[in-house]
C-alpha cells in the first residue's frame, strides 16, 4: 500500500522529501528530518530547500550535511516502509566516494 504522501504510481510517482529520509534512515524521527531539512541541511538536486514536503522522484541527487559529514546519495527507490538498515541502503546509491 503506498503512502498517503505518494503521487501515483507509474512514471510520475513521488515522495515527501522528510517521509523518504526517514525511510531511509537519516535520522530516527520524521520530525528530526524535517528539522534537518529546514535548517538547510539538505540540498535536492543542487538547490538547497527547506520544505519537507518537497516532492523527491527516483533519480534525484541529495546532498546531505548530516553527522559531521556531507553526503550525496541518488535516489534508486521510493519507500514503501521503514525497514531495517540493510533494506534502507537499497533506497539510494551513494554517490560521496566515502568508505567510512
Known amino acids: 500500500m503506498a503512502a498517503p504522501e505518494a503521487g ?3 512514471e510520475d510517482s513521488w515522495q515527501r522529501l522528510d517521509l523518504w529520509l526517514w525511510c531511509a534512515r537519516l535520522a530516527k524521527t520524521r520530525s528530526e528530518c524535517a528539522r534537518q531539512v529546514a535548517a538547510g541541511a539538505v540540498r535536492l538536486n ?3 530547500t527547506d520544505k519537507a514536503h518537497a516532492r523527491l522522484r527516483v533519480g534525484d541527487v541529495l546532498t546531505l550535511a548530516a ?3 556531507v553526503r550525496v546519495w541518488r535516489v534508486v527507490a521510493l519507500a514503501e516502509r521503514r525497514g ?3 533494506e534502507a541502503r537499497t533506497l539510494y546509491e551513494d554517490l560521496s566516494g566515502d568508505t567510512a
Open 8 to 10: 501515483p504510481k507509474g
Open 67 to 69: 553527522h559531521g559529514r
Open 46 to 48: 543542487r538547490q538547497p
Open 84 to 86: 531495517p538498515p540493510a
